[in-house]
Every structure is written in structure tokens, then in C-alpha cells.
């Protein structure tokens, strides 16, 4: 039963599949084999927890009409189900972002004695909407590149009026780290090379445009540029570097 539910919290949850499979990897393979060969069973989405757990990418009253606009705009490229069970192709998708992404992809329970019970991830980490990181990541499968819109809160003010270094920093590391975890599963950065161009103003959207340079062994190589919204002024840019590692790194092995 817990297998199942991992399984199947895994596979809703968590839409890279190289993420996916590095998490499947947690438990036995004689265990998850016999729900894996079942997996048309229909069972509910999220068994262990009341209630499904907040989609942060979602659209919020505090998203301003050029975040909306935008957010529609890549919407309208995603791959769809159409009437009929057909998929509308698009080459896009939207990554769903939640605060505790491991404890729900294992149902809520599995990991309760590694993940420590108040930690959330520190994007997400404010119930005030609009406070500090608003942000959705789009991904390009195909292209090897992905979006992220950012509206950027009163919260993550640095020089009066402007968004914090650091603050672009970590949404710099998060668009970059989600394209590499996303392309070579689970990673670690080690490296962010990063330009300050021009600031950002505390409030507005930008986006950070990020691809894949290349790949070598363990090591993933990413870039991105962060735009004023209509692309015309360049903010930021920055190269990162992620490297590969087993789920175990993450806990001290
Ligand atoms: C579980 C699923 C959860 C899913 C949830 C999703 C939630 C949604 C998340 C959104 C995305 C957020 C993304 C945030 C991502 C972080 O912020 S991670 C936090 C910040 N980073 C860290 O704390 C990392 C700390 N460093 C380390 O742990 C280790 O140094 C590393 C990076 C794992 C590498 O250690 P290692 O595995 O022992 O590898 P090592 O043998 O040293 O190096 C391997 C190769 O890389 C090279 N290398 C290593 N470091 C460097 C460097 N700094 N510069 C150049 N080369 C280097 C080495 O020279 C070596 O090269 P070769 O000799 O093979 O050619």
C-alpha cells in the first residue's frame, strides 16, 4: 500500500523524469515492481494528506496584469489533452511548485524521519502572496531551455527600491537548478558565475531565459539571461554549473 502511494504521489507530483526516477530509486526495486506493472489502477491523488497541497506556480490575486499576461502567454504554448483524449502539441509544459516537494512525493509520511518537520523550501517559504518570490517555470523539453517568470516582492528589497543580489541570485539558482534537475536528475550546484547589469526594480516581472550548454559525466553546464519582460533590457546573466548526485548526498552520505 505505502509503495503504491509513493509510486503514484511520485509520478503526480514530480513531472522531470530523470527527478522521478532518482526518488523511485529511494525504495527497493522488488517493491515497487508489482504497483509499477499495475499502474492503471485509478487511486485517489493524494491518499495520505487532507488536502492537496498548494501549486505556488499557480496564478494569485497578487500577480500583476504583465506576471498574467505572460503566464497566459506561455499557457497558450503547453501541451494539452483535448476532447476526444488527443494532445494538442505545444513542446512546453508548467512545472507545479510546492514547499515540501519530497515529503509529498512520498505521500506525507515516508520520509517524515529525514525531512525536518518545519522546513520548507525557501522560495516558498511565505504565506503572504506577493511578499517575496512570485514565480512559475515553464519547460521546453525539445529545446532544452526553460522560462521562469518572476514578479519580484517588497520583501527581497536590496538598494532602495531594487531587488537584492542575493535575491536574484537564488531565483537565478532556482531556474538554472530546475533546467539541470530536470535534464540530469537530481543535482547540486557548485558553481553560479553571475553579472549584475542593470537592477531590477522592486515589483515588476522579469524573465529569466535559461539553456542547457552541455553535458559531461556528472556535470551539467547552464546559462541564463534575466530580461525586463518585453525582452528589451538586459538585467542579469549568469552560467551555472550542477553536478549529479545520489539522493543520499542530500542527507550526509
Ligand atoms: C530529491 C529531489 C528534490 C526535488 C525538490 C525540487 C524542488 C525545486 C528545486 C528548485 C531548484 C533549486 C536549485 C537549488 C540548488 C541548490 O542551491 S544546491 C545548494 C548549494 N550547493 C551546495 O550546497 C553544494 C555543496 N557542494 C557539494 O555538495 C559538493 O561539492 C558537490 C557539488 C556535490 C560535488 O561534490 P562531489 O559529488 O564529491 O563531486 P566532485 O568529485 O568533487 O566533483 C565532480 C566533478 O565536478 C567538478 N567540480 C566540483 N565542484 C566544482 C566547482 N565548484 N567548480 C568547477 N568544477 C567543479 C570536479 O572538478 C569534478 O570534475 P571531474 O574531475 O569529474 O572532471
Not at 511520485?10 to 499495475?38: F, G, K, M, Q
Request: overall charge positive; aromatic content about 8%; hydrophobic content about 35%.
Amino acid at each position: 500500500m505505502v509503495t503504491r502511494v509513493f509510486c503514484q504521489t511520485v509520478l503526480h507530483t514530480v513531472s522531470a523524469r530523470p527527478l522521478r526516477s532518482a526518488i523511485l530509486r529511494l525504495i527497493p526495486r522488488t517493491a515497487l515492481l508489482p504497483w509499477l506493472s499495475s499502474r492503471a489502477v485509478s487511486v485517489s491523488e493524494w491518499p495520505l494528506l487532507s488536502s492537496p497541497p498548494r501549486d505556488y506556480s499557480l496564478p494569485n490575486p497578487s500577480w500583476s496584469t504583465e506576471m498574467r499576461r505572460l503566464y497566459e502567454y506561455y499557457d497558450s504554448l503547453c501541451e494539452k489533452e483535448m476532447e476526444g483524449g488527443e494532445k494538442k502539441p505545444g513542446g512546453w509544459g508548467r512545472l507545479p511548485s510546492y514547499n515540501r516537494t519530497l515529503k509529498y512525493a512520498a505521500g506525507g509520511k515516508c520520509l517524515s524521519k529525514l525531512l525536518k518537520e518545519k522546513a520548507r523550501l525557501f522560495t516558498r517559504n511565505t504565506e503572504e502572496q506577493g511578499a517575496a518570490f512570485e514565480y512559475v517555470v515553464f519547460m521546453n523539453k525539445s529545446e532544452k531551455r526553460c522560462v521562469c517568470i518572476f514578479q519580484a516582492g517588497h520583501l527581497l528589497e536590496g538598494p532602495p527600491g531594487n531587488v537584492h543580489g542575493g535575491a536574484i541570485a537564488t531565483i537565478i539558482d532556482t531556474s538554472l537548478g530546475t533546467l539541470a534537475g530536470y535534464l540530469s536528475g537530481i543535482v547540486m550546484t557548485a558553481n553560479l558565475n553571475i553579472n549584475y547589469c542593470s537592477p531590477i526594480p522592486l515589483g515588476s516581472v522579469v524573465l529569466i531565459d535559461s539553456v542547457l550548454d552541455k553535458v559531461e559525466g556528472r556535470k551539467t553546464f547552464v546559462s541564463c539571461q534575466v530580461t525586463s519582460s518585453d525582452g528589451s533590457k538586459l538585467h542579469t546573466e549568469a552560467t551555472g554549473l550542477f553536478i549529479s548526485i545520489n539522493v543520499g548526498h542530500l542527507f550526509g552520505g
